[in-house]
Protein backbone atom coordinates (compact mmCIF):
# COMPACT_ATOMS: atom_id res chain seq x y z
CA UNK A 1 0.00 0.00 0.00
CA UNK A 2 1.46 3.54 -0.85
CA UNK A 3 1.12 6.46 1.43
CA UNK A 4 -0.89 8.15 -0.51
CA UNK A 5 -3.32 5.15 -0.52
CA UNK A 6 -2.97 4.81 3.13
CA UNK A 7 -4.29 8.41 3.47
CA UNK A 8 -7.68 7.63 1.97
CA UNK A 9 -8.46 4.26 2.99
CA UNK A 10 -10.89 3.59 5.32
CA UNK A 11 -8.72 0.35 6.72
CA UNK A 12 -6.30 2.43 7.81
CA UNK A 13 -6.20 5.56 10.78
CA UNK A 14 -4.20 8.61 11.18
CA UNK A 15 -2.65 9.68 14.61
CA UNK A 16 -1.01 13.23 15.82
CA UNK A 17 2.33 13.02 17.12
CA UNK A 18 2.67 16.59 18.64
CA UNK A 19 6.25 15.51 19.80
CA UNK A 20 9.70 15.36 17.85
CA UNK A 21 10.60 12.00 18.02
CA UNK A 22 13.89 10.54 16.01
CA UNK A 23 12.42 8.27 12.54
CA UNK A 24 13.75 5.39 14.29
CA UNK A 25 12.15 5.37 17.01
CA UNK A 26 8.79 6.49 15.42
CA UNK A 27 8.86 3.63 13.33
CA UNK A 28 9.87 1.17 16.26
CA UNK A 29 6.61 2.62 18.47
CA UNK A 30 4.12 3.10 15.64
CA UNK A 31 5.24 0.87 13.00
CA UNK A 32 3.31 2.98 10.43
CA UNK A 33 2.17 2.18 7.09
CA UNK A 34 4.36 5.37 6.22
CA UNK A 35 4.40 8.72 8.16
CA UNK A 36 4.69 12.60 7.23
CA UNK A 37 6.66 14.92 8.95
CA UNK A 38 4.36 18.14 9.19
CA UNK A 39 6.54 20.64 10.87
CA UNK A 40 9.09 20.06 13.79
CA UNK A 41 6.40 19.93 16.20
CA UNK A 42 4.70 17.28 14.85
CA UNK A 43 4.08 14.19 13.01
CA UNK A 44 0.92 12.00 11.22
CA UNK A 45 1.09 8.31 11.27
CA UNK A 46 -1.03 6.20 9.26
CA UNK A 47 -1.88 2.77 10.75
CA UNK A 48 -3.66 -0.15 9.31
CA UNK A 49 -6.77 -0.16 11.65
CA UNK A 50 -10.27 0.08 10.31
CA UNK A 51 -11.65 1.45 13.52
CA UNK A 52 -10.79 3.39 17.02
CA UNK A 53 -10.28 0.35 19.17
CA UNK A 54 -9.40 0.22 22.75
CA UNK A 55 -6.65 -1.16 22.56
CA UNK A 56 -4.69 1.40 19.97
CA UNK A 57 -5.79 4.23 22.52
CA UNK A 58 -4.09 1.75 25.74
CA UNK A 59 -1.02 1.92 23.90
CA UNK A 60 -0.52 5.19 21.85
CA UNK A 61 -3.12 7.43 24.73
CA UNK A 62 -6.03 9.29 23.31
CA UNK A 63 -4.45 12.58 23.14
CA UNK A 64 -2.94 11.42 19.55
CA UNK A 65 -6.28 10.84 18.33
CA UNK A 66 -6.88 13.75 15.98
CA UNK A 67 -9.91 15.65 16.69
CA UNK A 68 -12.33 16.61 14.22
CA UNK A 69 -13.57 20.34 13.69
CA UNK A 70 -17.07 21.69 11.85
CA UNK A 71 -17.98 24.77 10.23
CA UNK A 72 -18.04 27.95 12.50
CA UNK A 73 -19.99 29.93 10.14
CA UNK A 74 -23.59 28.73 8.54
CA UNK A 75 -22.19 47.26 5.76
CA UNK A 76 -18.45 44.92 7.43
CA UNK A 77 -15.61 47.35 6.11
CA UNK A 78 -17.08 50.48 7.52
CA UNK A 79 -17.89 49.31 10.69
CA UNK A 80 -13.95 47.52 10.59
CA UNK A 81 -12.83 50.95 9.81
CA UNK A 82 -11.38 49.83 6.26
CA UNK A 83 -13.32 51.97 4.06
CA UNK A 84 -12.23 55.11 6.17
CA UNK A 85 -8.29 53.52 5.46
CA UNK A 86 -9.14 53.60 1.63
CA UNK A 87 -10.50 57.43 1.98
CA UNK A 88 -6.94 58.59 2.91
CA UNK A 89 -4.82 59.19 -0.03
CA UNK A 90 -1.71 58.33 1.46
CA UNK A 91 -2.49 55.27 2.98
CA UNK A 92 -2.74 52.85 -0.35
CA UNK A 93 -3.47 49.52 1.40
CA UNK A 94 -5.23 47.01 -0.71
CA UNK A 95 -3.47 44.17 0.45
CA UNK A 96 -0.80 44.30 -2.45
CA UNK A 97 2.39 41.66 -2.37
CA UNK A 98 0.70 39.43 0.62
CA UNK A 99 -1.19 35.53 0.93
CA UNK A 100 -4.15 35.29 2.12
CA UNK A 101 -4.59 31.64 2.77
CA UNK A 102 -8.13 29.38 4.14
CA UNK A 103 -7.96 26.32 5.10
CA UNK A 104 -11.73 25.42 4.61
CA UNK A 105 -14.02 23.89 1.92
CA UNK A 106 -12.24 25.19 -1.31
CA UNK A 107 -13.28 27.85 -3.31
CA UNK A 108 -14.80 28.75 -6.50
CA UNK A 109 -12.46 29.89 -8.54
CA UNK A 110 -14.58 31.06 -11.55
CA UNK A 111 -16.73 33.25 -9.20
CA UNK A 112 -16.18 37.58 -10.49
CA UNK A 113 -14.89 37.95 -6.67
CA UNK A 114 -11.45 36.20 -7.77
CA UNK A 115 -10.70 37.39 -11.03
CA UNK A 116 -8.40 40.33 -12.28
CA UNK A 117 -9.66 42.32 -14.73
CA UNK A 118 -8.59 40.45 -17.75
CA UNK A 119 -10.15 37.77 -16.63
CA UNK A 120 -7.29 35.79 -15.35
CA UNK A 121 -7.24 34.46 -11.26
CA UNK A 122 -6.00 36.17 -8.38
CA UNK A 123 -5.17 32.77 -6.92
CA UNK A 124 -1.63 31.13 -6.34
CA UNK A 125 -2.92 27.83 -5.91
CA UNK A 126 -5.69 25.28 -4.85
CA UNK A 127 -4.65 22.39 -2.61
CA UNK A 128 -7.66 20.08 -2.76
CA UNK A 129 -6.74 17.33 -0.77
CA UNK A 130 -10.13 15.22 -1.97
CA UNK A 131 -8.31 14.59 -4.94
CA UNK A 132 -5.85 11.67 -4.87
CA UNK A 133 -2.90 12.21 -7.00
CA UNK A 134 -0.82 15.62 -7.70
CA UNK A 135 -0.09 17.29 -4.14
CA UNK A 136 2.40 18.91 -2.70
CA UNK A 137 5.80 17.77 -2.77
CA UNK A 138 5.78 17.73 1.15
CA UNK A 139 2.60 16.06 1.55
CA UNK A 140 1.29 12.09 -0.22
CA UNK A 141 -2.21 13.45 -0.72
CA UNK A 142 -4.46 15.83 -2.76
CA UNK A 143 -3.79 17.75 -5.78
CA UNK A 144 -1.78 21.16 -6.48
CA UNK A 145 -3.43 23.47 -8.98
CA UNK A 146 -1.36 26.23 -9.96
CA UNK A 147 -1.91 29.54 -11.09
CA UNK A 148 -0.95 28.70 -14.83
CA UNK A 149 -3.53 25.24 -14.65
CA UNK A 150 -6.06 27.35 -13.10
CA UNK A 151 -5.67 30.13 -15.98
CA UNK A 152 -5.86 27.25 -18.51
CA UNK A 153 -9.05 26.76 -17.02
CA UNK A 154 -10.40 30.13 -17.08
CA UNK A 155 -10.21 30.19 -20.70
CA UNK A 156 -12.06 26.97 -21.40
CA UNK A 157 -16.30 27.13 -22.12
CA UNK A 158 -16.57 25.12 -18.89
CA UNK A 159 -13.77 26.14 -16.73
CA UNK A 160 -15.16 23.83 -13.83
CA UNK A 161 -15.33 20.38 -15.65
CA UNK A 162 -11.77 21.27 -17.10
CA UNK A 163 -10.13 21.80 -13.57
CA UNK A 164 -12.10 19.58 -11.26
CA UNK A 165 -12.21 21.33 -7.73
CA UNK A 166 -15.00 22.08 -6.34
CA UNK A 167 -16.65 24.14 -3.42
CA UNK A 168 -19.82 22.55 -2.87
CA UNK A 169 -20.69 23.70 0.79
CA UNK A 170 -20.02 27.25 0.05
CA UNK A 171 -18.59 28.48 3.50
CA UNK A 172 -14.20 28.57 1.79
CA UNK A 173 -15.94 30.70 -1.11
CA UNK A 174 -17.70 32.65 0.93
CA UNK A 175 -14.70 34.02 3.45
CA UNK A 176 -11.92 34.40 0.72
CA UNK A 177 -14.76 36.89 -0.54
CA UNK A 178 -14.99 38.43 2.45
CA UNK A 179 -11.49 38.96 3.17
CA UNK A 180 -10.04 38.94 -0.42
CA UNK A 181 -12.93 39.66 -2.77
CA UNK A 182 -12.87 42.40 -5.91
CA UNK A 183 -14.22 45.77 -5.23
CA UNK A 184 -17.21 44.51 -7.00
CA UNK A 185 -19.36 48.64 -7.32
CA UNK A 186 -22.11 46.78 -9.55
CA UNK A 187 -22.77 44.48 -6.17
CA UNK A 188 -21.77 47.32 -3.84
CA UNK A 189 -19.63 44.32 -2.68
CA UNK A 190 -15.86 44.70 -1.75
CA UNK A 191 -13.64 41.87 0.30
CA UNK A 192 -10.82 43.68 2.99
CA UNK A 193 -7.99 43.22 0.72
CA UNK A 194 -9.01 43.10 -2.71
CA UNK A 195 -5.48 43.19 -4.21
CA UNK A 196 -3.97 40.10 -2.47
CA UNK A 197 -3.14 36.40 -3.53
CA UNK A 198 -5.07 34.13 -2.26
CA UNK A 199 -4.12 30.08 -1.59
CA UNK A 200 -7.13 28.06 -1.10
CA UNK A 201 -6.87 24.70 1.08
CA UNK A 202 -9.91 22.41 0.77
CA UNK A 203 -10.09 19.54 3.36
CA UNK A 204 -11.05 16.28 2.62
CA UNK A 205 -13.70 15.03 5.11
CA UNK A 206 -12.99 12.68 8.09
CA UNK A 207 -12.64 9.01 7.49
CA UNK A 208 -15.59 7.40 8.67
CA UNK A 209 -13.68 5.78 11.59
CA UNK A 210 -13.32 9.46 13.33
CA UNK A 211 -17.12 10.39 12.28
CA UNK A 212 -18.08 7.06 14.40
CA UNK A 213 -15.96 7.31 17.12
CA UNK A 214 -17.31 10.95 17.64
CA UNK A 215 -20.48 10.28 17.08
CA UNK A 216 -21.23 12.58 13.92
CA UNK A 217 -23.86 12.57 12.19
CA UNK A 218 -23.52 11.22 8.62
CA UNK A 219 -24.32 14.47 6.56
CA UNK A 220 -22.74 17.08 8.39
CA UNK A 221 -19.67 17.93 7.11
CA UNK A 222 -16.56 16.78 9.28
CA UNK A 223 -12.60 17.41 8.92
CA UNK A 224 -9.63 15.64 10.62
CA UNK A 225 -7.25 18.27 13.01
CA UNK A 226 -4.35 16.92 10.94
CA UNK A 227 -5.47 17.82 7.75
CA UNK A 228 -6.20 21.29 8.86
CA UNK A 229 -2.69 21.11 10.05
CA UNK A 230 -1.31 19.78 6.92
CA UNK A 231 -3.30 23.12 5.10
CA UNK A 232 -1.96 26.03 7.42
CA UNK A 233 1.41 24.16 6.81
CA UNK A 234 1.25 24.35 3.02
CA UNK A 235 0.02 28.16 3.17
CA UNK A 236 3.04 28.64 5.67
CA UNK A 237 5.92 26.95 3.34
CA UNK A 238 4.63 28.72 0.07
CA UNK A 239 4.37 32.15 1.30
CA UNK A 240 8.03 31.15 2.67
CA UNK A 241 9.54 30.40 -0.76
CA UNK A 242 8.10 33.17 -2.22
CA UNK A 243 9.46 35.72 0.22
CA UNK A 244 5.60 36.96 1.17
CA UNK A 245 4.22 37.70 4.49
CA UNK A 246 0.75 35.46 4.51
CA UNK A 247 -2.55 35.75 7.02
CA UNK A 248 -4.40 32.45 7.19
CA UNK A 249 -7.73 32.29 7.95
CA UNK A 250 -9.18 28.91 9.89
CA UNK A 251 -12.71 28.98 9.87
CA UNK A 252 -13.46 25.60 11.80
CA UNK A 253 -13.42 24.62 15.13
CA UNK A 254 -13.70 21.85 17.93
CA UNK A 255 -15.31 22.32 21.45
CA UNK A 256 -13.02 19.01 22.81
CA UNK A 257 -9.68 19.14 24.38
CA UNK A 258 -9.08 21.30 27.56
CA UNK A 259 -9.39 24.92 26.37
CA UNK A 260 -5.81 25.90 27.35
CA UNK A 261 -4.26 25.66 23.80
CA UNK A 262 -2.60 22.10 23.87
CA UNK A 263 -4.02 20.51 21.38
CA UNK A 264 -1.85 19.37 18.30
CA UNK A 265 -3.32 22.01 16.25
CA UNK A 266 -3.33 24.97 18.89
CA UNK A 267 0.40 23.75 19.12
CA UNK A 268 1.29 23.92 15.29
CA UNK A 269 0.15 27.58 15.68
CA UNK A 270 1.86 28.60 18.39
CA UNK A 271 5.12 26.93 17.45
CA UNK A 272 4.69 28.69 13.93
CA UNK A 273 4.62 32.12 15.20
CA UNK A 274 7.09 33.49 12.73
CA UNK A 275 7.39 36.94 11.22
CA UNK A 276 5.38 37.63 8.50
CA UNK A 277 2.90 35.47 9.15
CA UNK A 278 -0.58 35.90 11.10
CA UNK A 279 -3.03 32.92 11.75
CA UNK A 280 -6.31 34.15 12.26
CA UNK A 281 -9.34 31.67 14.43
CA UNK A 282 -13.00 32.04 14.92
CA UNK A 283 -13.99 31.92 18.60
CA UNK A 284 -16.90 29.56 18.12
CA UNK A 285 -20.55 29.52 17.84
CA UNK A 286 -21.03 27.96 21.19
CA UNK A 287 -22.10 30.97 24.07
CA UNK A 288 -25.75 29.72 23.88
CA UNK A 289 -25.67 26.15 22.73
CA UNK A 290 -25.66 24.75 26.74
CA UNK A 291 -22.45 22.99 26.23
CA UNK A 292 -19.92 23.74 28.95
CA UNK A 293 -20.11 23.12 32.73
CA UNK A 294 -18.11 24.36 35.23
CA UNK A 295 -17.43 22.55 38.48
CA UNK A 296 -17.16 24.86 41.35
CA UNK A 297 -18.15 22.52 44.44
CA UNK A 298 -16.59 19.60 45.80
CA UNK A 299 -19.47 17.05 45.58
CA UNK A 300 -21.39 18.39 41.45
CA UNK A 301 -24.57 16.32 39.71
CA UNK A 302 -24.13 17.45 36.16
CA UNK A 303 -27.45 16.97 34.29
CA UNK A 304 -27.09 16.14 30.54
CA UNK A 305 -30.62 16.76 28.89
CA UNK A 306 -30.94 14.46 25.77
CA UNK A 307 -34.03 15.30 23.84
CA UNK A 308 -34.36 12.92 21.10
CA UNK A 309 -32.85 9.29 20.38
CA UNK A 310 -29.35 9.75 18.49
CA UNK A 311 -26.30 8.47 17.53
CA UNK A 312 -24.69 8.74 21.26
CA UNK A 313 -22.40 11.56 21.96
CA UNK A 314 -19.02 12.16 23.50
CA UNK A 315 -18.21 14.86 26.32
CA UNK A 316 -14.83 15.06 28.22
CA UNK A 317 -14.55 16.46 31.74
CA UNK A 318 -11.02 18.36 32.43
CA UNK A 319 -9.06 19.29 35.47
CA UNK A 320 -5.80 20.80 36.22
CA UNK A 321 -3.41 18.58 38.08
CA UNK A 322 -3.23 18.13 41.42
CA UNK A 323 -6.38 16.42 41.78
CA UNK A 324 -8.20 13.90 42.40
CA UNK A 325 -11.63 13.01 40.98
CA UNK A 326 -14.28 9.99 41.83
CA UNK A 327 -17.31 10.11 39.74
CA UNK A 328 -20.72 7.71 38.89
CA UNK A 329 -22.68 8.19 35.91
CA UNK A 330 -26.68 7.58 36.32
CA UNK A 331 -29.17 6.98 33.59
CA UNK A 332 -32.74 8.80 32.76
CA UNK A 333 -33.94 4.88 34.37
CA UNK A 334 -31.58 5.56 37.46
CA UNK A 335 -29.07 2.49 36.81
CA UNK A 336 -25.79 3.77 38.33
CA UNK A 337 -22.26 3.18 36.89
CA UNK A 338 -21.26 2.65 40.76
CA UNK A 339 -18.79 5.32 42.12
CA UNK A 340 -15.76 4.96 40.44
CA UNK A 341 -11.60 6.66 40.49
CA UNK A 342 -10.16 8.70 37.87
CA UNK A 343 -7.35 7.00 37.52
CA UNK A 344 -4.13 7.33 34.64
CA UNK A 345 -5.19 4.66 32.61
CA UNK A 346 -8.70 3.88 33.90
CA UNK A 347 -11.16 2.28 31.24
CA UNK A 348 -14.57 0.72 31.35
CA UNK A 349 -17.49 -0.40 29.47
CA UNK A 350 -21.01 -0.27 30.99
CA UNK A 351 -24.17 -1.32 29.25
CA UNK A 352 -27.39 0.11 30.48
CA UNK A 353 -29.75 -2.08 29.29
CA UNK A 354 -33.12 -0.41 29.47
CA UNK A 355 -32.04 2.74 27.25
CA UNK A 356 -30.23 -0.18 25.22
CA UNK A 357 -26.79 2.61 25.87
CA UNK A 358 -23.29 1.84 25.41
CA UNK A 359 -20.75 3.98 27.67
CA UNK A 360 -16.99 3.91 27.38
CA UNK A 361 -15.13 5.86 30.07
CA UNK A 362 -11.12 6.68 29.54
CA UNK A 363 -8.90 8.76 32.19
CA UNK A 364 -5.58 9.72 32.44
CA UNK A 365 -3.25 12.57 31.21
CA UNK A 366 -4.19 12.32 27.31
CA UNK A 367 -2.70 15.08 25.90
CA UNK A 368 1.13 15.67 25.70
CA UNK A 369 1.48 19.21 25.81
CA UNK A 370 -0.48 19.59 29.28
CA UNK A 371 -0.51 18.04 32.67
CA UNK A 372 -3.86 18.37 32.80
CA UNK A 373 -6.59 15.33 33.30
CA UNK A 374 -9.18 14.65 31.61
CA UNK A 375 -12.16 12.21 31.61
CA UNK A 376 -13.77 10.86 28.44
CA UNK A 377 -17.71 9.99 28.47
CA UNK A 378 -18.10 7.87 25.27
CA UNK A 379 -21.97 6.96 24.89
CA UNK A 380 -23.45 4.91 22.23
CA UNK A 381 -27.33 5.49 21.05
CA UNK A 382 -28.76 7.58 23.59
CA UNK A 383 -32.21 8.03 24.39
CA UNK A 384 -34.50 10.83 25.32
CA UNK A 385 -34.38 11.80 29.22
CA UNK A 386 -31.77 13.07 32.33
CA UNK A 387 -28.26 11.64 32.09
CA UNK A 388 -26.58 12.33 35.21
CA UNK A 389 -22.72 12.64 36.40
CA UNK A 390 -21.75 12.96 39.99
CA UNK A 391 -18.15 14.35 40.08
CA UNK A 392 -16.80 14.21 43.76
CA UNK A 393 -13.28 16.51 44.01
CA UNK A 394 -10.90 16.36 47.14
CA UNK A 395 -10.48 19.96 46.65
CA UNK A 396 -12.39 22.31 48.77
CA UNK A 397 -12.62 24.75 45.60
CA UNK A 398 -12.35 23.05 42.12
CA UNK A 399 -12.46 24.45 38.98
CA UNK A 400 -13.46 21.46 36.10
CA UNK A 401 -14.95 22.28 33.13
CA UNK A 402 -16.56 19.68 31.19
CA UNK A 403 -17.64 20.26 27.79
CA UNK A 404 -19.82 18.48 24.95
CA UNK A 405 -19.52 18.41 21.18
CA UNK A 406 -19.90 22.00 19.05
CA UNK A 407 -23.83 21.74 17.84
CA UNK A 408 -24.14 20.46 14.33
CA UNK A 409 -21.94 17.56 15.60
CA UNK A 410 -24.87 16.87 17.95
CA UNK A 411 -28.46 15.14 16.78
CA UNK A 412 -31.11 17.38 18.07
CA UNK A 413 -30.44 19.04 21.51
CA UNK A 414 -28.38 17.22 24.00
CA UNK A 415 -27.38 20.09 26.55
CA UNK A 416 -26.35 20.71 30.27
CA UNK A 417 -29.23 21.74 32.02
CA UNK A 418 -27.65 24.20 33.98
CA UNK A 419 -25.04 25.54 31.41
CA UNK A 420 -22.21 28.16 31.44
CA UNK A 421 -21.76 30.47 28.52
CA UNK A 422 -18.53 31.30 29.81
CA UNK A 423 -14.81 29.57 28.95
CA UNK A 424 -16.56 27.99 25.31
CA UNK A 425 -13.65 29.36 22.81
CA UNK A 426 -13.78 26.50 20.11
CA UNK A 427 -10.26 25.69 19.12
CA UNK A 428 -7.99 26.65 17.57
CA UNK A 429 -9.27 29.85 19.02
CA UNK A 430 -7.50 29.17 22.70
CA UNK A 431 -3.87 29.08 20.83
CA UNK A 432 -1.69 31.73 22.65
CA UNK A 433 -0.84 32.89 19.28
CA UNK A 434 -3.53 32.57 17.17
CA UNK A 435 -5.50 36.04 16.65
CA UNK A 436 -8.92 34.75 17.64
CA UNK A 437 -12.24 36.59 16.56
CA UNK A 438 -15.42 37.12 17.74
CA UNK A 439 -18.61 38.39 16.31
CA UNK A 440 -21.22 41.40 16.23
CA UNK A 441 -23.72 42.91 14.28
CA UNK A 442 -22.58 46.17 12.07
CA UNK A 443 -25.79 47.17 11.77
CA UNK A 444 -27.03 47.46 15.83
CA UNK A 445 -23.48 46.94 17.88
CA UNK A 446 -25.05 44.15 19.11
CA UNK A 447 -22.78 40.95 20.34
CA UNK A 448 -23.71 38.33 18.39
CA UNK A 449 -25.56 35.77 20.99
CA UNK A 450 -24.29 32.78 19.82
CA UNK A 451 -20.43 33.68 20.17
CA UNK A 452 -18.29 31.89 22.22
CA UNK A 453 -16.77 33.57 25.25
CA UNK A 454 -13.53 33.86 26.81
CA UNK A 455 -11.54 32.81 28.97
CA UNK A 456 -9.53 30.22 28.72
CA UNK A 457 -9.32 27.89 31.80
CA UNK A 458 -5.65 29.19 32.32
CA UNK A 459 -6.45 32.78 32.02
CA UNK A 460 -5.35 34.05 28.57
CA UNK A 461 -7.50 36.25 27.32
CA UNK A 462 -9.24 35.33 24.59
CA UNK A 463 -11.50 36.60 22.02
CA UNK A 464 -9.14 39.25 21.13
CA UNK A 465 -10.85 41.56 19.54
CA UNK A 466 -14.78 41.13 17.68
CA UNK A 467 -15.49 41.97 14.35
CA UNK A 468 -18.33 41.73 12.17
CA UNK A 469 -20.03 38.27 12.13
CA UNK A 470 -23.62 38.84 11.85
CA UNK A 471 -25.78 38.84 7.80
CA UNK A 472 -22.53 40.14 6.08
CA UNK A 473 -23.09 39.91 2.45
CA UNK A 474 -20.54 38.10 0.45
CA UNK A 475 -20.12 35.30 -2.49
CA UNK A 476 -21.46 32.26 -3.23
CA UNK A 477 -20.13 29.63 -5.81
CA UNK A 478 -21.76 29.46 -9.11
CA UNK A 479 -21.90 33.27 -9.40
CA UNK A 480 -24.15 33.60 -6.44
CA UNK A 481 -23.97 36.19 -3.26
CA UNK A 482 -25.74 36.10 -0.02
CA UNK A 483 -25.15 36.59 3.45
CA UNK A 484 -24.06 34.76 6.22
CA UNK A 485 -23.71 34.67 9.85
CA UNK A 486 -20.90 33.27 12.43
CA UNK A 487 -17.17 33.69 13.91
CA UNK A 488 -15.91 31.92 11.00
CA UNK A 489 -16.91 35.26 8.72
CA UNK A 490 -15.59 37.79 11.36
CA UNK A 491 -12.40 35.94 11.58
CA UNK A 492 -12.06 36.03 7.69
CA UNK A 493 -12.98 40.04 7.94
CA UNK A 494 -9.86 40.13 10.41
CA UNK A 495 -8.19 38.15 8.14
CA UNK A 496 -8.16 40.58 5.70
CA UNK A 497 -7.43 43.65 7.94
CA UNK A 498 -4.09 41.34 9.01
CA UNK A 499 -3.17 41.79 5.42
CA UNK A 500 -3.53 45.51 5.87
CA UNK A 501 -0.99 45.28 8.43
CA UNK A 502 1.25 43.16 6.94
CA UNK A 503 1.59 45.68 3.91
CA UNK A 504 1.68 48.27 5.84
CA UNK A 505 4.30 47.83 8.47
CA UNK A 506 7.66 45.73 8.37
CA UNK A 507 6.97 42.36 7.71
CA UNK A 508 9.93 41.96 10.19
CA UNK A 509 8.31 42.58 12.99
CA UNK A 510 4.55 41.38 11.98
CA UNK A 511 4.77 38.02 13.95
CA UNK A 512 1.65 36.47 15.25
CA UNK A 513 1.94 38.83 18.67
CA UNK A 514 2.46 42.18 16.94
CA UNK A 515 -0.76 41.55 14.89
CA UNK A 516 -2.77 41.41 17.49
CA UNK A 517 -1.42 44.20 19.53
CA UNK A 518 -1.95 46.16 16.39
CA UNK A 519 -5.46 45.41 16.81
CA UNK A 520 -5.99 45.47 20.12
CA UNK A 521 -4.66 49.08 19.97
CA UNK A 522 -7.23 50.71 17.56
CA UNK A 523 -9.69 48.56 18.90
CA UNK A 524 -13.36 50.54 20.69
CA UNK A 525 -14.08 48.71 24.10
CA UNK A 526 -17.39 47.37 25.15
CA UNK A 527 -19.11 46.57 27.94
CA UNK A 528 -18.14 47.70 31.69
CA UNK A 529 -15.29 44.99 32.10
CA UNK A 530 -12.40 45.24 29.88
CA UNK A 531 -11.31 43.30 28.68
CA UNK A 532 -14.41 41.26 28.47
CA UNK A 533 -14.85 37.57 27.72
CA UNK A 534 -17.59 38.56 25.20
CA UNK A 535 -15.80 41.16 23.07
CA UNK A 536 -12.71 40.97 24.54
CA UNK A 537 -10.37 43.92 23.66
CA UNK A 538 -13.25 45.58 21.80
CA UNK A 539 -14.31 45.70 18.51
CA UNK A 540 -11.85 46.27 15.70
CA UNK A 541 -10.62 49.76 13.68
CA UNK A 542 -8.14 49.09 11.28
CA UNK A 543 -8.08 52.75 10.80
CA UNK A 544 -7.26 53.46 14.69
CA UNK A 545 -4.82 50.69 14.43
CA UNK A 546 -2.94 52.08 11.46
CA UNK A 547 -3.24 55.58 13.07
CA UNK A 548 -2.52 54.93 16.44
CA UNK A 549 -0.15 57.47 18.06
Known amino acids: MTCTEAIYSEQVLDYIVSSYIREETLVER?????????????????????RIDSQTINQFGYGVVPHVYGLMGYEALEAAGVMQIRRQPYLDLYGQGVIIGFVDTGIDFTHEAFLNADGTTRLHSIWDQTIREGGPSQFDYGRVFSEEEINAALKQEQSSSYLPTRDEIGHGTFLAGVAAGNQIPGREFSGVAPLSQIIAVKCKE?????????????????????????????????????????AICVGMGSSLGNHDGASPLCHLIDINNMAGASIVACAGNEGAAGHHYEITRKEEEIQIDVQRASLGFVCELWWQTPGSVSFDVISPGGSSLGLTRAEDGLQRQKRFPVENTNLEIRSGRLQEQTRDQVILFRFEDTKPGVWKIIVNSRQDNPRYHMWLPISQFLEGETVFTRPNPDTTICEPGNARNAITISAYNPVNNAFYAQASRGFTPNGIIKPDVTAPGVEIFGPYPRGQYGTMTGTSVAAAVTTGIAALFLQEF?????????????????????GGEYPSQEWGYGTVDAYESITFE
Open 30 to 50: YRPTCYSRISSGGTIVYREES
Open 206 to 246: AKNSYREYYRVPSKVPCYQENDIMAGIMYILQVAYSLGRPA
Open 506 to 526: DVADLNGNIVPELLIRGASPH
